[in-house]
């Protein structure tokens, strides 16, 4: 059996990790995995150097393993520090890449559909010639040191690709252990609705979850949509899907099947 926490979306609310730390070392759980959104919209620098890189150290120190991947508001530029930790041993990147545990594989994918919102490090049209939202003034993408404004979205878009493109070039080789993380929710299923009752979901993770059938997939993004639908989980084909907003998880499967508890 694997048993895990699953934490997305808290944007660098320490309490939050400090109270999934404790929740893994009452309930005996040695793995933790993080959908995305890790770091406050400010300070992530600060946050990453200091208060993170202390809370890994000590999850460490307890045996438990993280593994995860960055979110649409983690900002890309600070992706080397992610790197740098996987280096020491305290965490391990599962966006495009598969990490196995105890026999059940992680794969995950952290670009969301293009959004309304200025900082566009995650961001990739849906499918090819997908609509964007109406846009603010300034875009930009950052790097280290600074950042670097996008002038031309519309071929900003067309150049990096889609998710359905990204998407079309993964095969999950044994859906049956695989679990699958995706910062955005599938579209459409409940799990993806705005406060104004918008579904900003990915069509083309959803097509991606019916057709290689992964055993889970977990989700993030959408804060309030547990809250605005009454659905936190559904079934999305033979895969059960998962969206917990802001509030940890616990997952534990093995070949009869999966069980989730919601911790709001």
């Known amino acids: 059996m694997l048993k895990f926490i699953y934490i997305t979306d808290f ?3 320490k309490g939050m990790y400090e109270g999934t730390l404790q929740l893994a070392i009452d309930n ?3 793995l933790i995995v993080n959908g995305g959104d890790m770091c406050p919209l400010k300070g992530a620098e600060e946050f990453m150097t200091e208060y993170f890189l202390g809370w890994l150290a000590k999850c460490n120190i307890a045996g438990i393993k993280n593994i995860g991947m960055f979110g649409n508001d983690d900002i890309i530029a600070l992706l080397h520090l992610l790197e740098s930790y996987e280096e020491m041993g305290f965490f391990e990147r599962i966006d495009g890449r598969v990490v196995e545990v105890d026999g059940w594989k992680f794969w995950g994918y952290n ?3 293009d959004l309304p919102f200025g900082l566009k490090d995650w961001v990739k049209q849906d499918y090819p ?12 993408i950052t790097r ?5 404004k996008i002038d031309n979205f519309q071929n900003f878009l067309m150049k990096r690709g889609s998710i359905e493109q990204d998407l079309r070039n993964v095969n999950l080789s044994d859906p049956k252990h695989t679990i699958l993380v995706t910062h955005s929710p599938p579209y459409g299923v409940g799990l993806d609705v705005c406060k104004d009752g918008k579904k ?9 979850i019916m057709y290689q059938k992964p055993v889970l997939s977990l989700h993030g993004h959408i804060h309030e949509s547990p809250e605005i639908t009454n659905t936190w989980k559904t079934m999305v084909g033979e895969t059960l899907s998962v969206q917990p907003g802001p509030a940890p998880i616990i997952v534990e499967l093995d070949e ?5 508890k919601y911790l709001k």
């Open 111 to 113: 670009y969301v559909p």
């Open 200 to 208: 900003v979901g990915s069509k083309a993770i959803m097509n991606f």
């Open 28 to 30: 005996d759980i040695k």
């Open 144 to 148: 280290k040191g600074g950042y670097d």
């Open 11 to 13: 944007h660098g609310r």
């Open 129 to 140: 010639m997908a609509p964007s939202p109406p846009q603010p003034d300034t875009l930009i």
């Open 256 to 260: 009869s099947g999966v069980e989730v």
